[in-house]
Every structure is written in structure tokens, then in C-alpha cells.
């Protein structure tokens, strides 16, 4: 690639449209969480000021259930002295820098990622534009790679702090670039492969290698006189092997604690997390989830190497549960586990630093389960995420589904409903078991456009069990937390209603394919339903009210800008909640 070529996507046009986006979310999102107070000037119309109060930011907005506020992009201008100014989004973040509580240290980094987030939108604007109908008949990895929003809530999304252009257009999942993976040996005496019940290293490595790569690999250890029996092999993401491990790990290298083997001969891409990998070449094969050291949305994206021992028993704990379950069998649920992995544990580094450090974060990876083997004909897997995607012409995917499968769009809801929200329901109410539930942890297993399963992914790390009494194995153990009784429920108001649905509602209301009302009320219904047809967790029901007036308004941004090196204090999770004022619960009413 040429110099040029490089940054052919970043035109003043481009920047211009990407700019005015930007500020829309940050507009709509801020308000939401109350960082700003929009001031209302006609009837749906508002101004927000400037910390000084000398520059002026006008916009139309319609205000939905949730507190949401749908901001019209094309209505939003900048004013000061009387005068109209251009949109600039990183000047509207230094204008407001006090009212959004960003410091002096934080607010260069937070301009750094709006930047990149910036400029990532800028290069999906040169793609060729596909329609939400499209999309809803599309691909699985083409569904992946057309995904354009990232995080629905957060403004600074797509940081990738680390990332030049050049390994942006090679590694990002929106450039679709084929990735294969650098292999690294590592010595058995620092590295440690962990797997679920009835895998064994050698013939699992050979499954996911090939044979022939395998003896490649040993032959370049007996190379250098060293014996294949006494290393561990570990796939690492190329950035990271440039980037970290050379530099940081050099000591490692020279010593033949680990040694370059060479590129893997599948090609990968990259998921919508950055750090995971689809097999390209054999879809059937695991994904890989990798360490990589880069900053996005509020935390380094490393990769424990001691969180990874653990990982493949808490996903055989989980799926046996799910097995065991009339009602998650009932809904048709599925995990793809995370089946084995590998860690290097860099002794010097660790002797220097507290558990979650990202230098402990450096050197692992993770095999999940491809979903594709389970597939039974006429199937199609999408993202989650994709249900909130809206083309170029306004369309979302969510509605073209809606239009495709025939349905009423509230039954073709309520089947959404059944496959992805009860089964949150009936873990939190039955087992005090909790996801992180977002659109990119979720596959949707559909046919002609209706929702038949939902497969939830990513686990080891985000789920947890709320009781402290639990009895767990005791590999399992970690996943126990203790969270006051008053937050228990936000994984469900904030994760889904307030972070995923809020959105899912607004986009339906505003096609006209579906009023926020009925939205609402097959939410309501579904819930009471569920509650229904399990008489003997009443009690759990009443002590933890889903029908409750109102919840606690739970911000993310807030957490980003307050820090965006370690959103979260991960020994303390709940503890980092920023919390501020409540919401109307929108199924209260039913």
C-alpha cells in the first residue's frame, strides 16, 4: 500500500458526515445520561450551550420511552456571536469538557479515540453502500464486516489506540481483511494449555493445524536443538507479535523461553470484539480469541493467561446447566464454549505487578466453538448487533427482518424475545446467573428472517453468579460475586432494556413498522408469561420486581470519561457503577 492510498479515506467530505454523526450520538447519548441538560426551544426542538456559554448547539430531537433521545443529524448546527460555525466534533468535546466531567489528563486520549472512531467511519463510508434488505439475506461474515455503529452507547467506540492505518486496514473487521495468525513455541515451564472435558493438546492442536503444519512447526524447533515435547504452541495476533512481544517479551525470545514458529496457513477474520477470529478457510473450525494491547472503550484489550486456566470449566460448567434446563432447552439456547486455552506467564513481570495489570495480559488465547456445525439447513447466523444496524437510506436490518419473515412485526418480536430474553430471565430468576447480553455477544440463529435461537458467546469472562452462597466446582469458583441487592436486576434493565432494546424500539417506532407501545407491551407480555409458567420462583419474582416503577439510570460514557484506560475496577465491579437518578421502567405501565 502506498502512502496515499492510506488515507484516500479521509476526504473533507467524509469527515464532514462522520463528524455530524458523531455529535449526534454524543448529543443524544449525553443527554440520555443527563451530562447535559438540553434546553427546549420549540416543540421538539432544543439547544445545548457550551461550558462557557458562548457557543451553541441547536437540533431537533423526538424524546421516547427510556429518556432516548432520537437527535435528527441534519438538524443539528453550531452557532456562536450570531454567526453559524461548521460541526467540529473534537472541538464540541473541548467546549464541553467540564459539563462531561472530562479531566485534564483524560480529555488528549478521549480526543485520540474520537479520532480513530472518527476516522473508522470515514473508511466505511467509501464502502460500497448495502441495503438493510441485503444484510437480512446476507452471510454470516458478511453480516460481521458490514456492522458500521459499533457499541450503541458509547460514543467513543472504536479507539483501537495502537492500531496505525496500515494495521487499522489490515486488522479491523470493517476492512474484511484476511488475517493469518503468527504461531509462537512456549515453554512448558511459563505457558499452560487448559481444556474442557475429552480434549487432549496434541490431537487438538493437529484438528486446528493440520498435520503437516504441525511437523512443520516441530521441525523448525529441532532446528534450533530444541525438543517439541518440552513447548506449548500459542496463536498470537500479528499487531501483537510486532508490536509487544519483540520489545516486551524480548528476553523471553532470546532465551528460547518462546520461539517464532511462523504463520498459521488459515486465513482469519476479524469479529466485531477486534481480538476474535472466524476461520475463513474452515468455518467449521474453532475461533481464536487472542491477546491484544491496544486501548478500546475503556479497557487494554489484553488476555489473562491466569483467567485463561479456569476458562474451558466454568464453559463445560455452564452448558451442562443449560442441558439440565426444561426451559432453556425449551427456548432452543445454546453456548459456543470456549473449549480450551493457552497462557504465558511472563515470571518477571508478574513479580512486578498486581493481578490485573496489563502486563500479565499480553500472552494468551482462547478456542471457542464455531457455531457454523450446528446449523441445520436453511439456518443463517447473524450478530445481534445487526438488528440495530440502519443502512444508507435509514433502513435497519431489524426491520427488513420484520418485512422478510411475513410475520406481524410484534409476533415476529415476541420470537426474538423468546429465544434471547427469556432465557435472561430464567437464569437470573432461577440461578442468580447473569451475561453481559450486548448485541456482540449474541448469534441469532435465523430462518426466512424469524428468529429460531439465540446462541450467546464470550463466557468465561462476563458471566457471573450473583448469590455468595452458590455452590459452584471449585474450578468455577471465580464467577461468584457479591452485588448489593438493589443492583441485582440492572443486568437486565441496563444490559438489555436501557443498552440494547431502547434502541431496538426507537428504530421500529421511527420506520413505522412497529409503535414503541406495542414494543413495550410484548416485552411485558413475554416477561409475564415467563413468570407465569414458573409458580415456584414467585418469591424471586416479588423480591426482584421486573415491573417495578423505575430502576437506576446506569452510565457508561460516564465510566469512559471518567477513565479511559480502566473503565471498571474489575476487582470491584458493581462498585464502578456511575449511577445517576432513575429511568421509568417502560413495561411498568403493563
Given amino acids: 500500500m502506498n502512502l496515499a492510498d492510506a488515507v484516500a479515506h479521509l476526504t473533507p467530505e467524509h469527515w464532514e458526515r462522520a463528524s455530524r454523526q458523531l455529535i449526534r450520538k454524543a448529543l443524544a447519548e449525553f443527554a440520555h445520561e443527563r451530562l447535559i441538560e438540553p434546553e427546549r426551544t420549540g416543540e421538539g426542538s432544543y439547544v445545548v450551550r457550551s ?6 448547539y441547536r437540533f431537533t430531537a423526538v424524546r421516547r420511552a427510556l429518556d432516548h433521545w432520537q437527535v435528527d443529524a441534519a438538524s443539528i448546527t453550531r452557532h456562536r456571536d450570531g454567526a453559524e460555525l461548521p460541526l467540529a466534533a473534537l472541538d464540541f468535546f473541548t467546549e464541553l469538557q467540564k459539563s462531561l466531567g472530562l479531566s485534564d489528563e483524560v480529555l488528549p486520549v478521549y480526543l485520540e479515540e474520537i479520532s480513530s472512531t472518527l476516522s473508522s467511519t470515514c473508511y466505511k463510508l467509501t464502502k460500497p453502500p448495502v441495503t438493510a434488505a441485503e444484510l437480512a439475506r446476507a452471510e454470516f461474515q458478511t453480516v460481521e464486516t458490514s456492522m458500521t455503529e459499533g457499541h450503541p452507547c458509547f460514543v467513543a467506540n472504536n479507539g483501537r489506540l495502537g492500531f496505525g492505518v496500515h494495521e487499522y486496514l489490515s486488522y479491523a473487521p470493517e476492512a474484511a481483511s484476511p488475517v493469518r495468525l503468527v504461531w509462537l513455541a512456549a515453554h512448558r515451564s511459563r505457558a499452560a494449555f487448559t481444556a474442557g472435558v475429552g480434549i487432549e493438546y496434541e490431537p487438538f492442536v493437529r484438528d486446528e493445524l493440520g498435520a503437516e503444519t504441525v511437523e512443520r512447526f516441530h521441525g523448525v524447533l ?5 525438543d517439541p515435547a518440552d513447548y506449548l504452541f500459542i496463536p498470537v495476533h500479528p499487531w501483537q507479535w510486532w508490536n509487544k512481544l519483540t520489545v516486551t517479551f524480548a528476553a523471553e525470545v532470546a532465551r528460547r523461553h518462546l520461539v517464532l514458529l511462523g504463520e498459521g496457513d488459515d486465513e482469519y477474520l476479524a469479529q466485531q470484539s477486534i481480538r476474535t477470529f472466524f476461520n475463513r478457510s474452515a468455518p467449521h473450525k474453532h475461533y481464536v480469541k487472542t491477546a491484544l494491547s491496544v486501548l478500546n472503550m475503556g479497557f487494554m484489550r489484553g488476555l489473562s493467561a491466569a483467567y485463561m486456566e479456569a476458562t474451558p470449566a466454568i464453559n463445560d460448567w455452564l452448558a451442562q446447566l443449560i442441558e439440565r434446563d426444561e426451559v432453556l432447552r425449551s427456548t432452543g439456547l445454546s453456548i459456543i464454549r470456549e473449549r480450551a486455552a493457552v497462557g504465558y506467564r511472563h515470571l518477571e513481570y508478574e513479580q512486578a505487578t498486581d493481578r490485573y495489570s496489563p502486563y500479565r495480559k499480553m500472552l494468551a488465547a482462547l478456542w471457542r466453538e464455531s457455531p457454523v456445525p450446528t446449523l441445520k439447513e436453511g439456518e443463517q447466523p447473524a450478530t445481534m448487533a445487526s438488528l440495530l444496524h440502519v443502512d444508507h437510506e435509514g433502513a435497519s436490518v431489524a426491520g427488513a427482518l420484520i418485512e422478510r419473515s411475513g410475520l406481524a ?13 427469556v432465557p435472561l430471565l430464567h437464569c437470573f430468576y432461577a440461578y442468580d446467573l447473569v451475561f453481559m447480553p450486548h448485541g456482540e455477544n449474541v448469534i441469532l440463529v435465523l430462518r426466512d428472517g424469524v428468529v429460531q435461537r439465540a446462541i450467546y458467546k464470550d463466557i468465561a ?24 441487592e438493589d443492583k441485582k436486576l440492572l443486568s437486565v434493565f441496563t444490559d438489555v432494556f436501557d443498552c440494547f432494546f431502547r434502541f431496538l424500539a426507537a428504530n421500529l417506532a421511527t420506520e ?22 414458573r409458580p415456584e420462583l414467585a418469591e424471586k419474582f416479588r423480591q426482584y420486581d421486573m415491573f417495578a416503577p423505575e430502576f437506576a439510570l446506569s452510565c457508561l460514557n460516564r465510566l469512559q470519561l471518567r477513565n479511559n ?23 411498568a405501565g403493563f
Avoid: C, H, K
Fill in 51 to 56: 461550558d462557557n456559554g458562548l457557543t451553541e
Fill in 222 to 226: 529441532r532446528g534450533q536443538g530444541l
Fill in 409 to 421: 412485526p410484534a409476533e415476529w418480536l415476541r420470537r426474538y424475545l423468546r429465544a434471547y430474553y
Fill in 461 to 484: 469472562e462476563e458471566i457471573a453468579v450473583m448469590d455468595p452462597e452458590a455452590v459452584l466446582p471449585p474450578e468455577v469458583s471465580r464467577i461468584r460475586v457479591e452485588v448489593p
Fill in 512 to 533: 413505522g413498522v412497529l409503535d414503541e407501545d406495542t414494543f413495550w407491551r410484548t416485552v411485558a407480555e413475554v416477561t409475564r408469561e415467563y413468570q407465569q409458567s
Fill in 565 to 587: 484506560q480502566q473503565m471498571v475496577d474489575l476487582a470491584d465491579p458493581s462498585g464502578a457503577l456511575q449511577l445517576v437518578g432513575t429511568l421509568r421502567n417502560p413495561i
